[in-house]
């Protein structure tokens, strides 16, 4: 059986506003404490994570990050970006259950690639 997982986007007012990649790059600023790492971790450039992390800021009421002015200042999660990884995994958690039994059934349907035959 192959093995099949739930992802999730959340769209606001029909935008694509939160997934699970943008909810990966603000769990690694809150492990890493910086916007570099945190997109160094997951294979993109310092400016593709921090246009990822500006449009967050601007998406929420509060920001989701917050940065010290200067290079090497560091940048941490705030209150409202602990909350949104919270509010989003929960969610995911919650739709997963829900949707067990179906993936289940998809797993079993998946055509699986075949193996090159060894030379």
């Known amino acids: 059986m192959a093995e099949v ?32 790492a945190a997109g160094r971790a997951m294979g993109m450039s310092y400016r593709r994570a921090w246009l990822l992390i500006d449009s967050l800021n601007n998406q929420f009421r ?17 209150e409202m970006g602990r909350t949104v990884i919270r509010c989003y995994r929960d969610a995911e958690r919650d739709a997963g259950i829900g ?12 055509k699986r690639p075949q193996k090159a035959p060894s030379q």
């Open 62 to 78: 509060n920001p989701v990050v917050a940065t010290k002015p200067g290079g090497g200042g560091g940048a941490q999660l705030t």
């Open 99 to 110: 949707a067990k039994t179906p993936l289940a059934e998809l797993g079993t349907l998946v």
């Open 5 to 36: 997982r739930l992802t999730m986007r959340i769209d606001v007012d029909g935008h694509p506003a939160l997934g699970h990649g943008k909810i990966r790059l603000l769990e690694h600023v809150g492990e890493t404490g910086s916007i570099s």
